[in-house]
């Protein structure tokens, strides 16, 4: 094999059934991200990988780990995984799971999953015989390591996906702690889409001479995403967004809040206006937020509503806009919500809201950390109808909200023609007599936080987690923010 030739997996060390998985997965030709890790991976070396989602580093950092497994055989220790992946967020957790599961096809590996807001019995079981990878979220995998439930001594594969968002959901002192069980011989991968000091300490704490891997930029967006910044007064967001999605060309729109307060506030508004919508968030059980993803997935929902955390990582093709409903307070979040679109060399756009009298700073350092200006130009006018009326065989109950609950599916509370938007001409900044969507102008709502660590922080009895394993109680860094 020649050093140069990077043109397939073959030639990158990939082999047999796994070449053959990957193959039948759609993968022929290997993207940059694992040209430059997988070879030095299967060397032996520790990686560094700044890398979005998008950019292939699922199928980098597993395959090789998958190459090294498949020659070890069946037998393990109870309890034990030979490799761990960590990830911040179930979501993304449950992606890595899958691509690992398809490209492993044929060659006897066993998953486990284990993360928080679904069954531990199901992942205590799981455990019991050992796995060849373990998939994990930090809170509940420190839970059962702590319950003696999963034993990590046998681990030499370990890989910290997307470091810079375990860091902004107050996962650092776990990661570190789960770091600190595992295999002292073990070979480690971290990969992060930006590397804020915090992480680069991490690195030089838990990789040995690492092997640095980069295919963009720090903090650049995709070259593929057209971006646009709507000046708008908050109140009068949720009536512009109404009008901008009735343009046919937003065929699949990811839509970013903040908070999740904000979330389900957006998501009535656009379920009211007759848009089919399912919102993803913290405070939603897992298999209402599988749920909304599959239906997005799949086509049946065409809006989805997220907060940053909840869709961190999330990787649905074909997502032609991302909304920024609101700026976000960390400005490397923008990069990470527009990757949602653009993806696989597809065209994306990204559309931002912003509220010139309280937004100001968070467009500025935006601006900084993509180094660029972004074009601020007044919405369009709607370009079509409204929808005519609300869906009426909406089957997921427990997911509409409580006020709504009770009544037949699709039928709302109040008089639903009051809260309809009203079309009319604004005269302020949008002095030029375009027209906007009014609404209600309901104020947002509050800075919501912290159920995705809540919700695992507590052991079998409900209880807190004890030493030494003890849980972090607190994020260590943007612990107000929402989930
Ligand atoms: P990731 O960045 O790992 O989330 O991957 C993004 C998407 O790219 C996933 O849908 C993968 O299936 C796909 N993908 C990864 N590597 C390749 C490849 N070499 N060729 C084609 N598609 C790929």
């Known amino acids: 094999m020649s050093n140069e030739d990077l043109s397939s997996f073959a030639a990158l060390g990939i082999t047999g059934v796994l070449l053959k998985g990957v193959e039948a997965a759609g993968m022929t030709e290997p993207k940059p991200i694992q040209q430059q890790s997988i070879p030095a991976q299967l060397a032996g070396h520790d990686i560094l990988g700044i890398a979005q989602t998008g950019s292939g580093k699922t199928a980098a950092f597993s395959l090789p780990i998958l190459e090294k497994i498949i020659g070890l055989g069946d037998k393990r220790k109870g309890k034990t995984a030979r490799a761990l992946i960590l990830a911040p967020t179930r979501e993304l957790a449950v992606q890595i799971e899958q691509t690992i599961r398809t490209v492993s096809k044929n060659a006897h590996i066993s998953t486990a999953l284990v993360l928080g807001g679904v069954s531990r019995l199901t992942q205590i079981k799981r455990m019991q015989g050992g796995v060849d990878v373990l998939i994990a979220t930090p809170g509940r995998l420190t839970d059962l390591v702590r319950e003696n439930c999963i034993d990590l001594s046998e681990t030499r594969w370990l890989v910290l996906d997307e470091a810079d968002r375990m860091l902004d959901m107050g996962f650092i002192n776990d990661v570190k702690r789960i770091a600190k069980g595992t295999h002292k011989n073990r070979q480690t991968a971290l990969f992060s ?11 030089q704490t838990l990789l040995r001479d690492p092997v640095r891997v980069e295919v963009a930029p720090q903090g650049t967006t995709a070259s593929e995403i057209t971006q646009i910044v709507h000046p708008v007064v908050t109140k009068e967001k949720r009536s512009m967004l109404s009008g901008l999605l009735t343009d046919p060309a937003m065929k699949t729109v990811i839509v970013f809040t903040r908070t999740k307060h904000g979330a389900d506030a957006v998501t ?15 405070n939603k059980s897992q298999n209402a937020r599988q749920r909304a993803l599959n239906g997005f997935r799949d086509g049946t929902v065409r809006i989805l509503v997220a907060t940053d955390i909840a869709a961190r990582g999330i990787d649905v093709p074909g997502i032609t806009h991302v909304v920024n409903y609101d700026l976000p307070d960390e400005p490397e979040t923008y990069v990470h919500r527009i990757g949602r679109t653009g993806r696989n060399g597809a065209d994306g756009a990204s559309i931002t809201l912003y509220d010139p009298g309280t937004e100001n700073q968070k467009l500025r350092a935006v601006e900084r950390v993509i180094r660029n200006k972004l074009p601020i130009k007044d919405a369009p006018a709607p370009k079509g109808p409204m929808p005519e009326r609300p869906r009426l065989d909406k089957p997921e109950i427990a997911d509409r909200p409580a006020s709504n609950r009770g009544r037949p599916s699709g039928q709302k509370a109040g008089n639903r023609n009051s809260s309809r938007p009203k079309f009319r001409t604004e005269r302020n900044h949008e002095d030029r007599g375009e027209a906007i969507w009014t609404n209600d102008g309901r104020s947002e709502g509050r800075n919501e936080a912290r159920g995705e660590q809540r919700n695992s922080n507590r052991g079998p009895s409900g209880q807190p987690a004890k030493k030494p394993y ?3 109680r607190r994020p260590q860094n943007g612990g107000g923010r929402a989930a």
């Open 193 to 203: 889409a930006t590397m804020p000091k915090e992480i680069a300490s991490l690195a």
């Open 268 to 282: 009535r508004h656009l379920e009211r206006d007759g848009y089919e919508v399912a919102a993803i968030h913290g």
């Open 470 to 472: 003890r849980r972090s």
